[in-house]
């Protein structure tokens, strides 16, 4: 039943993805560009994502269990260090380069381009990196 | 700074959010799990935790066809990658292990993070949008 939901979630965030705009990384450089022609596009899509989140992550904040009674799972760390800050700085780096991150990349592996295959082979050869040395 | 409006949607930008707000709010009440792709992906990859395992490779299987469940009803939308393959490779490095490095992405700090309230997603979504917005500012304007 949870694994169905899991699936039901993924497909719901990548179809979200598509019909925002976020897979076309065109767009994504578009809002970076601060300093050019501005696209504010990817702003509303978070505002409509935390908006929507904002309530499910304090109905769970709160009772610290699912809807189904189980444990839920909240990251409790809450020191801002330094591998958050790099990781964070390095990660923007590469988004800026080619305007994907990983969500994007892996709801375009079957839309038909080379690039976002290429690219995501190249992310989980970096994220096996980052899992052998840590 | 010049709003591009000819390439500005935000009704389908505020829509799409609002859809991927609700897939992360599915999988926090009913699954107890923050909807971070680099983690979940991060995560998957780490064989050994195969019991762990299940939901994340449900989960990643759903985003993965999710463009093949749109192009059942609907043309995909056109995009625009003016990026060359090494440049393609090396952000791809770059968004694979900083992104494990500092716990999270685009979903889980940006919007997970950020919609609990987290000080340390705030931190990394400022950090990532101001090197992001700097390496375009570089490729594009220098």
């Known amino acids: ?18 019909v925002s705009g976020m897979t076309n990384p065109a767009k994504v450089i578009g809002f970076l560009d601060v300093t050019g022609q501005w696209d504010p596009s990817l702003g509303l899509v978070m505002a409509g994502a935390v908006l929507v989140g904002f309530f499910a992550f304090r109905h769970v904040k709160q009772t610290h269990k699912t809807l189904l009674g189980e444990v839920a799972h ?35 592996l079957l839309a038909g381009e080379i690039q976002p295959v290429i690219f995501t082979l190249s992310m989980v050869a970096g994220m096996l990196l980052f899992n052998r040395t840590h | 700074m010049q709003i591009d409006f000819a390439h500005f949607t935000p009704v389908s930008a505020f829509v799409g959010g609002i ?18 792709i680099s983690g979940i992906l991060g995560g998957a990859l780490r064989f050994s935790e195969t019991r762990q395992n299940q ?3 449900f989960f990643l299987i759903g985003l993965i066809v999710s463009p093949w469940a749109y192009g059942l009803f609907l043309a995909l939308p056109t995009v625009k990658i003016h990026t060359g393959t090494w440049g393609i490779i090396l952000a791809g490095l770059l968004v694979g292990y900083g992104s494990r490095l500092g716990s999270g992405c685009t ?12 000080r340390r997603s705030m931190a990394a979504t400022l950090t990532f949008i101001s090197s992001g917005m700097i390496t375009v500012y570089l490729l594009r304007h220098l």
Do not use: E, K
């Not at chain 1, 590469?94 to 375009?108: D, V």
């Not at chain 2, 859809?19 to 971070?36: H, P, S, T, V, Y």
């Not at chain 2, 979903?107 to 987290?118: E, Y």
């Open chain 1, 1 to 18: 039943m949870t694994l169905l939901l899991s699936f039901i979630s993924g497909l719901m965030f990548g179809l979200g993805l598509i």
């Open chain 2, 55 to 57: 939901w994340r490779l």
């Open chain 1, 74 to 108: 909240l990251p409790t760390g809450q020191h801002i260090d330094r591998p958050l800050l790099a990781g964070a700085a390095l990660f923007g780096i590469g988004w800026g380069l080619a305007g994907y991150c990983p969500g994007p990349a892996l709801a375009s």
């Open chain 2, 107 to 118: 979903s889980g700090h940006g919007v997970c993070g950020t919609a609990r309230l987290s």
């Open chain 2, 19 to 36: 859809l991927i707000g609700l897939a992360a709010a599915m999988l926090i009440l009913f699954n107890g799990r923050i909807a971070g």
